[in-house]
């Protein structure tokens, strides 16, 4: 009765007015700014000339869609596992339900490739990669250098190899990476190094940010669309479904497995054994190794989607929402978006064009108030070498860094796209002494003083 009440609230308010559907006003748009990315052995980033985030968001009564390149405002790679792709232009349009609705029917489960959209217009994978362990043969099957697996891509396997450990080593500091060009994320699109407990060295020299930095004080902000169109928040939110008890960190429901050997699934079906629990596939390396426990009465837990029904700012009445697990360090948490099943009816797609008549959607300041929110941290300082410049939260706008002296000279000028969050500003040559620092956009202004010391 609880989800069917707040099915009822939402279809009222997105059809009352189609133009102020979070799935209309959330994306990031861009025309003029072109993306970035690493080379191995080379930290400077290297120009791919291809515009970032978003180009058009147009829309029906049922339907948004979302033109974009796949190409993020962060720098990407390098991809140290020998992947030989960059991120490369998809030139998509992606189709997107405005009225999702739940599946009352058997779950559908998600697949591999795309099953989803960032707002910046990254694809959103799920946990597979593709490979699985052949029980006939007692090796891996399915990627690149391995035999192909029994039946063919996409072939049902008792034991399917999950992307987040298996792939660590090629992830970029943002942790993501492309599938021939299809830049995407499996997992929280924010960067390693913002981590409490930071488990890749990917960002010490190859060093970029995210879409977003996680604020356990703020609740987290919507992030994309699943292709069941309902929305994915970050890692934070409201710890009850109706918008009350503080924020805090909404958990995952499914846990490792207490076993020794894999020979059944978490609901007891026997199945072919698959390897040995070791250092080489130790527990969570297949996603077979987890089982999904329910909490009820427990807000912050999420379903077997990875997801809730639940208030949040955009949507006040209530909505199912997915959300970016991760845990206590805040490294990435199984099944990380969403899955292993869809909650609602899969109807997005990628469309070559649009074959109705369709509204274009421009943003305006109303679709970024509350900017004047966002906090900033500056650190180190103080420094004798570069101070980073850190926007907590989601930036929405190009946001420009100056460093002045004391007189109010300009020294020194720095830009932030829109969908990432970190700036630098090189204070090596300069003399010791306090400097001013202006962090600003259309909607934000802040200045703040620094300490360069020898």
Not at 141 to 148: I, N, Q, V
Not at 314 to 339: L, Q, R
Not at 345 to 350: R, V
Request: aromatic content about 12%; overall charge negative.
């Amino acid at each position: 009765m609880k989800k069917l009440f707040f099915l009822i609230l939402v279809a009222i308010s997105q059809n009352t007015n189609a133009q102020l559907n979070p799935a209309i006003t959330s994306w990031l748009q861009n025309t003029a700014q072109t993306g970035t990315y690493y080379s191995t052995g080379n930290s400077t980033p290297i120009a791919n000339n291809i515009l970032i985030n978003c180009q058009a968001v147009q829309y029906s009564t049922n339907w948004v869609y979302v033109s974009t390149k796949g190409i993020p405002g962060y720098v990407t790679g390098p991809f140290q596992d020998g992947n030989p792709s960059q991120a490369q232009s998809q030139n998509a349009i992606f189709k997107i339900p405005l009225n999702p609705a739940q599946n009352t029917g058997n779950p559908t489960a998600t697949t591999g490739g795309n099953i989803g959209i960032f707002i910046n217009g990254v694809a959103l994978f799920d946990y597979r990669d593709g490979v699985a362990w052949n029980t006939s043969s007692n090796s891996l099957c399915g990627g690149p250098g391995l035999t192909p697996c029994p039946g063919g891509p996409g072939a049902t396997m008792p034991w399917n190899r999950d992307a987040i450990p298996a792939e660590k080593p090629g992830f970029d500091c943002s942790k993501g990476h492309p599938a021939m060009g299809n830049y995407h994320h499996h997992q929280n699109p924010s960067a390693f190094k913002l981590d409490l407990n930071v488990i890749s060295t990917i960002c010490d020299l190859y060093d970029a940010d995210g879409l977003y930095s996680i604020d356990s004080i703020a609740h987290s902000p919507l992030i994309g669309y699943a292709y069941d169109g309902f929305p994915i928040y970050g890692a934070y939110g409201f710890k009850n479904i109706d918008g009350t008890g503080g924020i805090t960190r909404i958990k995952s429901g499914y846990q490792l497995r207490n076993i020794n050997i894999r020979s059944t699934w978490a609901d007891g079906t026997d199945v072919a054994d698959g390897p040995a629990i070791n250092s080489t596939y130790p527990l969570g390396y297949f996603r077979e190794d987890y089982e999904f426990i329910s909490h009820p009465g427990q807000g912050d837990y999420l379903d077997e989607h990875n997801g809730r029904f639940c208030k949040t700012p955009e949507y006040p009445n209530g909505i199912y929402c997915y959300f970016a697990t991760v845990d206590e360090n805040w490294n990435s948490a199984y099944p990380y978006v969403v899955g292993p099943t869809f909650f609602g009816n899969k109807t997005a797609s990628k469309v070559t064009s649009i074959s109705e008549t369709v509204s274009t959607y421009t943003p305006s300041s109303a679709s970024t108030s509350g900017y004047e929110e966002v906090s900033v941290s500056i650190f180190p300082n103080p420094s004798n070498d570069l101070f980073v410049v850190q926007l907590n939260g989601l930036n929405t706008q190009t946001t420009y860094i100056e460093l002045f002296d004391m007189t109010g000279k300009l020294l020194a000028t720095q830009m932030i796209n829109q969908g990432s969050t970190i700036g630098y500003i090189d204070v090596s040559t300069l003399y010791a002494g306090k400097y001013l620092v202006k962090i600003f956009n259309q909607y934000f202004s802040k200045i703040t003083s620094i300490e360069v010391v020898e």
